[in-house]
């Protein structure tokens, strides 16, 4: 039977490996020659225990949460490839066996010769990680598998509250009858504004993160809103066609909007009541600027637009007919708002940027919704261009 060997290929930051230059003595194969850190798997030894136990002897370092790489059948022996990040400078690594550690990029390998085949394992690693990304991904399996159908066979559908006959929640977040709104301008009485060829909106369209100090109108932000989550066709109680698509017509989303410049509308916090088509007003709030930039992460351009949109998810509208499997077309149903007001700004020399990246507790409690069964999931500033 073959002998087997474990080695370990540390990766750093710069893409580099740490590669270990053997004691020249004639006694020793391959002296003086560059090698991957490693050694025999002894008897009774499994590949990973041994590579545990090489590294702590020949280096002091922890490998145990390294992971596996490949195995190379060479003719001499069967050599396990571990791979591990690892981010600390060579000199300050303790050495037990050999001259001295250095790290290498791809180019300083090529051609070198390495002690036991080490370059055929090399250029095959630096090959795959030129496509690849050399972090770790498999910590990301979890989330990946987010983005994957397979929960369809997991989940029995029977137990859905849809299935179980509980009525649908609301197609709209209630309020107060009381409270006070703002009527918007229909959709067909704003027969000069939007009018603009698909093409050359699909063409124009990209971020705008500076805009001018020209105001909204009323009828401008009313096209948008109905772009965004507008209206066609009310079916039930429970559910209404929209000008966006939504994963089983479920519709999870809400639409605040941070008024800072639009026409006839005070500064603050208000929400888009689609099946009315109207305007509710929220709330003032005194610092908006200062807190909407704190909660976008210190992305001004969200405090200097004429109107922020913001928009939440109520998570049990989708999980009401897909339980479990919800939560990747609420992601995927977002896209679709945030891109028809890309689009629809385009239509009124206006501009938005999509942002992603904001402060989730801040942005949740600015909005004063429970962070729970309603949370912020999207944000758009939109201004005229400059
Ligand atoms: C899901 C998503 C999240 C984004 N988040 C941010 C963000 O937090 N901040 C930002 O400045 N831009 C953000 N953007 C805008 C992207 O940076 C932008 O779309 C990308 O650079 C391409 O530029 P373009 O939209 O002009 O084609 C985001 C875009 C998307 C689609």
Redesign the pocket.
Known sequence: MKRSGSSIIFLNSRNEVLLLQRDDRADIAYPNMWDLPGGHVDEGETPESCIVREMREEIETDVSACRRYAVYDFEDRVEHIFLMELDVAAETIPLHEGQRLRWFAAEEIEGLPLAYGFDLVLSEFFASTKNHCPMDTSRFEAHRYFLKDFIRQTFDFSETDQNRRIPPPPVEKPCDPQAEKKELPKIETLTDIGHIDLRTAIAKR??C?TYGDRPLSLGELSFLLWSTQGIRVRLDAGHALRTVPSAGCRHAFETYLSINRVTGLEQGIYRYLPLEHQLLFEFAEENLERRITRAALG?QFAAEAALTFIWTVIPYRMEWRYGPAAHKVIALDAGHVCQNLYLACEAIDAGT?????YDQDAMDSLLRVDGKEEFTIYLAPVGKKP
Do not use: K, L
């Not at 940027?353 to 990246?357: D, T």
């Open positions: 990209q971020s993160r992305q940027c999509a942002i992603a990246a």
